[in-house]
């Protein structure tokens, strides 16, 4: 199985840009989709961001379309969030996860494989 470890986070000002990584081990991200996910304090997890394991196909939250991109580096077994024009409402813990399959997915109950998440915080 995998493991995830995400890095990155931080303390931004509204319009700010940060760039989340992701770094797997045990196994290549390449035999996987992976998603983005994100909660903030007394919310419910949400969806961010998928993209296929082939690294071809994305899909984005109408909250983050446009200003958010999701990248994958089989080289580098890692997988990114490129985070732009950060608002204060995209404050919360962010999540990487995995998902056995060739698809990505919009469903967080469809990945098996999480990791500890990244802090990120963006003042008014």
């Known amino acids: 199985q995998v493991q995830l470890v995400e890095s990155g986070g931080g303390l931004v000002q509204a319009g700010g840009s940060l760039r989340l990584s992701c770094a797997a081990s045990?196994?290549?991200?390449?035999?996987?989709?992976m998603g983005w996910f994100r909660q903030a304090p007394g919310k419910e997890r949400e969806f961010v961001a998928t993209?296929?394991?082939?690294?071809?196909?994305?899909y984005y939250a109408d909250s983050v379309t446009g200003r958010f991109t999701i990248s994958k580096d089989n080289a580098k077994n890692a997988v990114y969030l490129q985070m732009n024009s950060l608002k204060p409402e995209d404050t919360a813990v962010y999540y990487c996860?995995?998902?056995?399959?060739?698809?990505?997915?919009?469903?967080?109950?469809?990945?098996?494989?999480w990791g500890q998440g990244t802090q990120v915080t963006v003042s008014s």
């Open positions: 996860a995995a998902r056995t399959s060739n698809f990505g997915s919009y469903e967080f109950n469809e990945y098996a494989y």
């Open positions: 045990g196994r290549t991200v390449s035999s996987y989709a």
């Open positions: 993209i296929n394991r082939r690294g071809i196909s994305t």
